[in-house]
């Protein structure tokens, strides 16, 4: 009888298993369920529907990757506090994966409370091709997400089922519940305790008592285990296999007699990453590149080494859906003015953008502002957009291009009219050309050329240096300096620097980088600067990028009102505008040519600097939205004029050369030949963009008659 207390002790945990039996399953249930977020190409085929603690989703998804999150409310009336187990669960195929995530630090439902959690459904991996049936595969899931009611619980059973579909083997995945065949576990491994106890007694073994307490103690954590409440998910997940447009770009390269053509040297399609290219392929296939996307119709031009598909602007499609290029013209935005100087000195409505009515030939400033134009205003209206009036509706719309004076402003001015079928209407690349940072996709500090008549009459003085005197704001010329009268080219290659007159002292010095018969043209520096700071202000200084060109200012309003919605479908790769300089020309102080144009570099896809790598992550050359113009480079490899003339001149984002007044960027002829253009001449836009990798065809074949469609 002195061993009766042991067996006791240990008949005492039963009540405990009574009751943690006893816990009201039925007071758990979900409140809401509502669609928080969905990536990839998730598609909700019906709305999904909950009730208690069951949950129904019917789904389709494409591509690996694609998940959707909805956030639930999980009511507890109960007197009991529940855990909720966020492990991941998944079907034994591994395709789907479905996750119960908490919102906070805890994973206890309170009793008499509420807890907030996600369910994650994801796309986890790719289906193989023997397992499609035209080119889809339905994924049928049962499961349970548990919650518990110990933290003391074992490691969830995986318990496999076969009663939904034999495409996929379901799962039920739960904890241990108490039940009958549990119970019946437990008796025996109480009964077994009890009989091995009774034998250590009957052998008088003096350690008896301590091993029936070490066996009741590592028994109550399992029989605590006993209250669980699961949520019930039952999901139909359609998975249709669609063909990327990277691939198939891929895939057609590695055809014999290819029309793809690999590129061989340097690239840079990611802010500060100039690396050897290894996978971008440049598109001359005559058919087979050819894009629907975001409504408009597209070329593909290559692909980038961060795995998108570059495409340039090929106009509407017809109303047949095609892209021919017999479409005749469409309605877009015109550039009728050339960057004149224009009076503003009266008080206007001023806005940031603009959005187009083509229906009526209207514009609508956006985010407007009213200021009068004056030296203390007008830096704050550079780049944007007015009607000329008071009002912000107007049929011919106007952009504040460049300061002229205290009571003018260069401006160009834009209308609606029919344009070339493959633009989205046409533009002047910046306002002027008479500076070298009209090559600018965006510039901040312009010089403006000058000119001055050198007749013989009047002898001047010429320096290849000089000293500045902070004190009374004056430039003395120094070095080596001579006196001319009748300048002829290249009789001052080292000697530019100049005060128009005969002592060589002067406030404001004038640097001569050209000639041209009986003128000089030159620009004025001022507070100590030399040419050198002046090429680095207008080209290359960290703050060069401040005021849209006119061209990027079209493109960008265009893309507002027209591909917006589409952002999240186009990767941010780097668009370059190329200021580094090849050919200094005249503007080298020291043995500059005046007979010799600033000329720009542009060898290969490799951009240099890091204030020409335009992109939304580059905050030395910030894109507004993911959308740039086609390089020059990128139009020579492409090695047939056919394939890229549109029967209209158009422009590129690539600087070409500072003549003596003139600056050139590239442009497409009409036979699609590369020349250059003055940067204020107007031409047409056809903006590029690049496609992210995941980008599937949903139907088409590339053609001209059978674009391939993007959704």
């Known amino acids: 009888m002195k061993y009766l207390k042991y067996f006791l002790f240990l008949l005492l945990i039963i009540p405990f298993m009574v009751l943690a039996e006893e816990c009201d399953i039925t007071k758990i249930t979900i409140t809401s369920m509502e669609q928080n977020s969905v990536e990839g190409n998730t598609e909700v085929i019906t709305e999904p529907t909950f009730k208690d603690r069951n949950i129904n989703l019917n789904l389709k998804m494409f591509d690996v990757g694609d998940s959707i999150t909805y956030d639930m409310t999980i009511k507890n009336d109960s007197e009991e506090d529940y855990m909720i187990d966020e492990n991941?669960?998944?079907t034994d195929s591994g395709y789907i994966e479905y996750s119960l995530k908490t919102n906070d630090n805890s994973n206890v439902v309170k009793a008499q409370s509420t807890k907030n959690v996600s369910l994650v459904v994801t796309y986890k991996k790719e289906i193989e091709e023997d397992k499609l049936t035209n080119n889809k595969f339905d994924a049928s899931n049962s499961l349970k997400l548990s919650l518990n009611t110990s933290e003391k619980e074992q490691?969830?059973?995986?318990?496999?089922?076969?009663?939904?579909k034999e495409s996929v083997a379901p799962q039920e995945v739960k904890n241990p519940i108490t039940s009958v065949s549990s119970m019946l576990l437990i008796s025996l491994i109480l009964l077994t305790a009890i009989v091995f106890a009774y034998i250590l007694i009957k052998r008088k073994n003096k350690y008896t008592k301590y091993i029936v307490l070490m066996l009741t103690v590592?028994?109550?954590?399992t029989v605590y285990a006993i209250c669980t409440c699961d949520i019930e998910v039952e999901s139909t997940i359609e998975i249709e296999k669609k063909p990327k447009l990277l691939d198939t770009i891929a895939n057609i390269a590695k055809e014999d007699n290819s029309c793809l053509t690999k590129y061989e040297g340097k690239v840079t399609d990611q802010v500060g990453q100039t690396v050897t290219a290894t996978k971008v392929y440049f598109d001359n296939c005559a058919e087979q590149r050819n894009v629907i996307f975001g409504g408009f119709c597209w070329q593909v031009i290559r692909t980038t080494e961060t795995g998108g598909i570059k495409m340039i602007y090929n106009g509407e499609p017809d109303q047949d859906g095609k892209c021919l290029n017999t479409r005749a013209s469409h309605k877009g935005i015109v550039q009728s003015g050339d960057g004149v100087s224009q009076a503003v000195d009266s008080s206007y409505l001023y806005g940031d953008t603009f959005t187009y009515d083509t229906s009526n030939n209207t514009f609508t400033?956006?985010?407007?502002?009213?200021?009068?134009?004056s030296d203390s205003t007008y830096e704050n209206l550079l780049g944007k957009f007015t009607c000329k009036s008071s009002s912000d509706t107007c049929t011919a719309i106007y952009q504040i291009n460049g300061y002229d004076s205290n009571t003018s402003a260069y401006l160009s001015y834009y209308t609606i009219a029919n344009t070339n079928y493959a633009q989205i209407g046409t533009s002047a690349f910046n306002a002027n050309n008479n500076s070298p940072a009209m090559v600018g996709y965006m510039f901040n500090t312009v010089y403006n050329a000058k000119t001055e008549l050198v007749l013989g009459l009047v002898r001047y003085k010429f320096g290849n240096s000089f000293t500045y005197d902070d004190s009374t704001n004056t430039y003395s010329l120094s070095g080596t300096t001579q006196d001319l009268k009748d300048i002829k080219r290249n009789t001052i290659t080292n000697t530019h620097y100049t005060c128009w007159n005969q002592t060589g002292i002067c406030n404001e010095i004038a640097y001569v980088y050209g000639d041209s018969n009986a003128s000089d043209y030159y620009i004025t520096l001022r507070d100590g600067k030399n040419v050198n700071d002046a090429l680095d202000e207008m080209l290359s200084n960290n703050d060069v990028n401040k005021y849209n060109?006119?061209?990027?200012?079209?493109?960008d309003n265009?893309?507002?009102?027209?591909?917006?919605?589409?952002?999240n479908m186009l990767e941010d790769v780097v668009y370059c505008n190329y200021r580094n300089i090849d050919n200094i020309g005249g503007w080298n102080p020291n043995g500059g040519n005046v007979d010799t144009q600033l000329e720009f570099y542009i060898k290969d896809l490799a951009c240099r600097n890091i204030t020409d790598q335009f992109s939304l992550s580059n905050d030395k050359a910030k894109l507004t939205y993911p959308i740039g113009l086609l390089q020059d480079i990128e139009k020579n490899n492409i090695n047939s004029n056919a394939l890229l003339k549109?029967?209209?001149y158009w422009l590129t984002m690539s600087p070409n050369d500072f003549g003596c007044t003139s600056a050139g960027v590239g442009r497409v002829s009409f036979r699609g030949e590369k020349e250059s253009a003055n940067t204020y001449e107007d031409y047409g836009v056809r903006p590029t963009i690049s496609l992210k990798r995941e980008a599937i065809i949903s139907s088409g074949t590339g053609s001209e008659e059978d674009p391939w469609i993007i959704e």
């Open 365 to 373: 400033l956006n985010n407007t502002t009213t200021a009068t134009w």
């Open 646 to 648: 549109t029967g209209d």
């Open 549 to 555: 060109s006119s061209i990027k200012g079209i493109i």
């Open 218 to 221: 590592l028994l109550i954590p």
């Open 155 to 164: 490691p969830l059973d995986i318990i496999t089922t076969d009663n939904i």
């Open 88 to 90: 991941t669960f998944e």
């Open 558 to 567: 265009w893309y507002a009102q027209n591909l917006s919605d589409k952002t």
